[in-house]
């Protein structure tokens, strides 16, 4: 058993942005400039929008985040987005999801211009991927396949199984393992029976959210396994007060699999380098 490690991998695709960037500097051509709009103050997701920053800073980007009160209205935060699409300085934006319940989701990642989508929810981006024409791809389904065609990973004919359908992951990662000559399967949560399905799997991808749902017995031996889940879990023993656990049970699967990321440390610092992607992307793209 080999383990995916995120940790390494995103290391060194970080020391190629930096690179990158610095050619750009020296070519007195533009430094990437992500910005991020936080709604309110959710505990998660100030930490992701802290750790957004601190990564712009490692790589050398410019970054900017704008916080708004939980009480901002649709329509003033529409008017917000609609200054940065227009403002030529910043090249990537997010708007960190959820937002408070008065505020149509939708919208606002339809109001984000596309060639700033640098979260590639927009659904112009989201078409492009699934076509397979060059886009911004979804930070995790992207850091996902960054990992397996680093390790060098099979794909072709082989049978991905994928747990989990939603916009951010399931959705794009189906498509992406296609793109990579997979046959897809995508399980949910009224597939019945999952494990009859995992259990002939060459790779699986769990992206459900229930912390060590994939058990030993549900996965063949030699197969590859990505977990994408990271749920917060009370651990009084822990500093923090809590522990941070994958989808999949990874002490009893791990014996079993040729490969296998663990949590954390495998699919998240990869998440995070793929949103530095895009945003050098979305500068290479505007020239
Ligand atoms: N909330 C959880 N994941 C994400 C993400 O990838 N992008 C944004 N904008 N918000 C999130």
Redesign the pocket.
Known sequence: MELLNGNEVSKLIKISIKEQVATLKAEGKKTPHLAAILVGSDGA?MT?VAAKEKDCKEVGFDSTVIRFDQSISEAELITEIEKINEDRNIDGL?????LPKHINEKKITETIHFKKDV?G?HPMNVGMMFKGLKTFL???PYGVIKLIEHYNIETSGKNCVIIGRSD?VGKPMSALMLQKNCTVTVCHSKTQNIGNFTKEADIIIAALGIPLFLKADMVKEGAVVIDVGITRVENLNSKSGYSLKGDVDFETVAPKCSYITPVPGGVGPM?RVG?LLNTLEAVKMQG
């Not at 997010?94 to 959820?98: A, E, G, H, K």
């Open positions: 997701s992701y997010i708007v960190q999801l959820p979260d929810f979804p930070a995790t951010i998440t949103l």
